[in-house]
């Protein structure tokens, strides 16, 4: 187990230095997001990802975003293998940090996510899952697993 682990964040490190071999053109492994930042992940599960970015005029949470002062938001959507069925993995948004921090509240979960990134005034936050709808054993599970731990490293988002 110990060994897979090892190898995992061996890739992962290969995926990273990839990333930023062109600033002006993400890598194949690296999903554009409105945010700015572009999300990196193995190559293996770039495939599986696909990008919307959100309006104000989406619904409410979306305009109660925008309303909160955020630059930018958008949902990464993850497609079954089996079904290509695309289910909603997790939300990005982009804050002025005034306004991520003003939003806060210590005695509620984050409402726009977890900050990941905190550069240049700004705060890159993102929502996730916080259980898989797919079996632990199943491939999409596996998949989401290990999306789940990339989506929080700083290292997966690169600035473009």
């Known amino acids: 187990m110990k060994f897979l682990r090892i190898l995992q964040v061996l890739i992962f490190s290969l995926t990273v230095a990839s990333c930023g071999?062109?600033?002006?053109?993400?890598?194949?492994?690296?999903?554009?997001?409105?945010?700015?930042?572009d999300f990196c992940v193995t190559p293996n599960l770039i495939s599986t990802l696909s990008h919307e970015e959100w309006k104000a005029t989406d619904g409410e949470f979306e305009q109660s975003v925008f309303e909160a002062g955020a630059i930018s938001a958008s949902t990464i959507y993850y497609m079954e293998l089996t079904t290509n069925e695309k289910h909603g993995l997790l939300g990005v948004f982009l804050f002025p940090e005034e306004k991520f921090d003003a939003a806060a509240n210590p005695n509620e979960p984050p409402r726009y996510g977890t900050e990941v990134i905190r550069r240049d005034g700004q705060v890159l936050s993102v929502a996730g899952p916080q259980d898989s709808i797919f079996e632990p054993l199943s491939q999409d599970g596996k998949n989401i697993t290990a999306l789940y731990e990339l989506m929080y490293n700083a290292d997966s988002w690169i600035n473009k």
């Open 21 to 37: 071999l062109n600033a002006n053109t993400p890598a194949a492994n690296c999903l554009p997001t409105a945010t700015g930042y």
